[in-house]
């Protein structure tokens, strides 16, 4: 199913996005550790969106989006497919607009994620792992509800509203040398990207993405949009392939991509547990793996990463049952 008609999203519409949305978000603190900074031997800030509204940075693309359909006054509910985090954002922001949300979530994600979502008055719709058994069930449900799209990555205003934590950071730190987010989908990416040309064109921008779901790696090298189906990753809210908009973003603005294994990506957590005392999900430890493995510019430059969400399942956690991931 592809998403509404829009175009591709530019710096000012993420200006326009924080104008919009700014005043509802919760401001998220931009951390620093000093031993992390000498186990990466530079200079890293977080900026910690794992504590936004919804316990990730999808809040920001959802109410970018849904905000001004609410305003318009002819659309009463939404509708949109996710692995979880989305989902929530959606639900969230719908609940504030007045509009219902339904939410169509594969039966393998995260249990807390599902939890989620119905706290925040989504209804869930339970599909088969894949892209397109997402799509299929989400068509199914805009057949039978009569609700508007919020696709979770492909839309101009999702993108421009993701861009929006970029933008802070890079308000607060201005003098970043590189910048780096998880890639799934790619609107965390793509509005970041074209946030930091905007803001500081020096910075280098590097996405991260597991080596079990390396669609947009393989499509960064090739210049070739490529997809994963169901990829085996402990980082479920990276398993979705990257979308058409977000990969013009990444070939304009992205200077690099890089990936980690599931292990690194563990390790990533429980270091993030350990030095910043925030406990993070594994989409979000993809980013901070790739610091810790020396994969984002030399040492001494100083880096932001985006700690992308914070909505762990204990239960399913390696590190806290001992277990090694391979």
């Not at 999808?58 to 989305?86: C, D, E, F, Q």
């Not at 921008?205 to 597991?210: D, M, N, S, T, W």
């Not at 030095?275 to 493995?293: F, M, N, W």
Request: charged letters at 20%; glycine letters at 10%.
């Amino acid at each position: 199913m592809q998403p509404d008609a829009t175009p591709t999203p530019t710096f000012a519409d993420v200006a326009a996005a924080a104008d919009r949305i700014g005043s509802r978000l919760a401001r998220t603190p931009v951390m620093n550790s000093a031993s992390l900074d000498k186990r990466a031997d530079r200079r890293v800030v977080f900026k910690c969106e794992n504590l936004q509204h919804g316990g990730a940075f999808k809040y920001r693309g959802a109410l970018n989006a849904i905000l001004p359909l609410a305003m318009a006054g002819n659309v009463t509910a939404v509708a949109t497919h996710s692995s979880g985090n989305h989902g929530t954002a959606v639900a969230l922001a719908a609940k504030v607009c007045g509009l219902d949300a339904y939410v169509v979530v594969p039966r393998d994600s995260a249990r807390p994620k599902i939890a989620n979502i119905e706290q925040a008055g989504g209804t869930v719709i339970f599909c088969e792992p894949g892209l397109p058994a997402r799509e299929a069930a989400v068509a199914e449900v805009m057949r039978r509800v009569d609700a508007h799209l919020v696709h979770p990555f492909d839309d101009a205003r999702v993108i421009a509203g993701q861009g929006t934590a970029a933008l802070e950071l890079l308000t607060e730190e201005p003098d970043l040398d590189v910048i780096c987010t998880p890639i799934g989908g790619g609107g965390l990416i793509g509005g970041t990207a074209l946030t930091a040309k905007a803001m500081a064109p020096r910075c280098r921008v590097i996405g991260a993405e597991p080596l079990n779901a390396d669609d947009a790696c393989r499509s960064f090298r090739s210049g070739t949009r490529q997809s994963v189906v169901t990829p085996a990753t402990i980082a479920d809210g990276l398993r979705g392939s990257i979308g058409v908009l977000n990969f013009a973003l990444l070939r304009r603005y992205v200077d690099d991509v890089v990936t980690v294994t599931e292990q690194e990506i563990v390790n990533a957590m429980r270091i993030v547990l350990q030095d910043l005392k925030l406990l993070i999900e594994p989409s979000s430890a993809v980013a901070v793996a790739a610091l810790l493995a020396g994969k984002l510019g030399s040492s001494r430059q100083r880096v932001g990463i985006i700690l992308s969400g914070g909505n762990v399942d204990l239960d399913q956690c390696p590190f806290l049952r001992g277990e090694t991931v391979k």
